[in-house]
Structure formats: structure tokens, C-alpha cells
């Protein structure tokens, strides 16, 4: 008897071959597209966040201290002297605890003084535009307050430490400069409702400032 294999066994084992590796192929597809579908589901990048900022309620008191002005001042805020080394008399902090920030008021006496006015005024626009290299954009406004008298305000838009500043004066006697400041280095994006919360308290100040 003849060992020879059957004549037709061996094209019909190279389809039963190729038909495995067809199947496993398939499977091999199918688990790589589940595996990349749950990979892609569970690691689908997350938007930056921020920490929620809990905000109290916007209410005022008037300012009681010694001084050559008056105004309302937020609850939430605490009066401080300026112990800064050039700080005089009259300069004092509003400053606000819970979000480790400030508005810095800083007087000086015009003494009838044209002169001595333009400095101040001068002074002004310089500490503004110290923050012209950080900031997106700077603008200037001024605005009629509801006691009569006119301020000039300095928005500062981007990552910058001061995003309102501002000066009123009657020109003859008085002269009050104030800055919001938050010494932090978070993004002024995610402080924006504190920011905008102070920025409404600085308004107030000058819609309620009163000389003495």
C-alpha cells in the first residue's frame, strides 16, 4: 500500500490555515478597537478648573477712622494702616482677608498747589503703566461720581498684581489715590469674580467719598 498523502489533502489544508488566520485576524481587530474605544473614553483630557470662590454678600459700612474722607467700605473688608516705609499720615489698606487682597489708599494734601497736583497726577499714570509690559490692554475712564466729583480710573486687563487703579481730587485740597492689589500669583482668569466683587467695592467708595 502506498504512504503518498491523498492528492487533494493538501490545498485543503492550507484553506483550513488561512481561514484560522482570517478568524483570528478579525478577533485580533475587534479586541483592539474595544480596548482603544475604553481607552479613548477613560482618558479623554479634563478642561482646566479652578477653585470655586465662595463670595459674601456686597454690603457697606462707613468708614469711622480719622481722616481728611469719608466712605462706604465693604463688610468683608478690614481697615489697616499703610506700614509701608515711605507711608504717611493718611494712607491706609481696605484690606480683605478672605481673599488676601486690597485696595491701598494712599492722600496727599494739594495745598492750593497746581504744581504739587500735577505731580500727584503724574505719579498716577506711572504706577499705572508699571503694568504695561504684563497687561493685555490698559484703559483710562473717567467717570462723574454721586457726590459730584470726577475720578479717573485705570482698568488693567491680563495676569497683572493691580487690575483697577484710580485718583480723585476737587484740586485744591485733596488728592486720593487707590489700587486694587492681590499679591498671588494665580491667574487673574480665575480670580475674576473677585476681582469684579472689589472693583464694585471701589466704586462705591467713590460714589460715597466725602471730604472732611
Given at each position: ?23 483570528f485576524a ?6 483592539l ?6 481607552e479613548?473614553?477613560?482618558y479623554?483630557?479634563?478642561?482646566k ?21 469719608t466712605?462706604d467700605?465693604?463688610?468683608?473688608a478690614?481697615?489697616l494702616?499703610?506700614?509701608?516705609a515711605?507711608a ?6 481696605i ?5 488676601n ?11 492750593n498747589?497746581p ?11 506711572k504706577?499705572?503703566?508699571?503694568h504695561?509690559?504684563r ?8 467717570i ?10 485705570f ?21 486720593l489715590?487707590?489700587a ?9 482668569d480665575s480670580?475674576a469674580?473677585?476681582i469684579?466683587?472689589?472693583q ?7 460714589n460715597?467719598?466725602?471730604w472732611?
Amino acid at each position: 500500500m502506498s504512504s503518498r498523502p491523498y492528492p487533494n489533502s493538501y490545498p485543503f489544508i492550507m484553506t483550513r490555515l488561512f481561514s484560522l488566520f482570517l478568524l483570528f485576524a478579525v478577533l485580533g481587530t475587534l479586541f483592539l478597537s474595544a480596548c482603544g474605544s475604553k481607552e479613548s473614553t477613560d482618558y479623554v483630557p479634563k478642561p482646566k478648573g479652578y477653585n470655586r470662590l465662595a463670595l459674601p454678600p456686597q454690603q457697606y459700612q462707613t468708614l469711622q477712622e480719622d481722616h481728611p474722607y469719608t466712605f462706604d467700605y465693604s463688610t468683608a473688608a478690614v481697615i489697616l494702616p499703610d506700614t509701608f516705609a515711605i507711608a504717611e499720615k493718611h494712607w491706609i489698606f481696605i484690606y480683605y482677608p478672605r481673599f488676601n487682597a486690597n485696595i491701598q489708599l494712599t492722600y496727599k494734601d494739594v495745598q492750593n498747589d497746581p504744581g504739587r497736583l500735577k505731580d500727584f497726577i503724574d505719579d498716577a499714570y506711572k504706577l499705572a503703566g508699571k503694568h504695561q509690559i504684563r497687561a493685555s490692554a490698559v484703559q483710562e475712564q473717567t467717570i462723574r461720581t454721586a457726590t459730584g466729583k470726577t475720578a479717573t480710573l485705570f482698568r488693567i486687563q491680563g495676569d497683572v498684581p493691580s487690575p483697577l487703579q484710580f485718583y480723585v481730587t476737587d484740586s485744591t485740597e485733596h488728592y486720593l489715590r487707590g489700587a486694587i492689589y492681590f499679591p498671588t500669583a494665580t491667574k487673574n482668569d480665575s480670580l475674576a469674580p473677585v476681582i469684579d466683587f472689589i472693583q464694585r467695592d471701589a466704586l462705591r467708595l467713590l460714589n460715597t467719598l466725602k471730604w472732611k
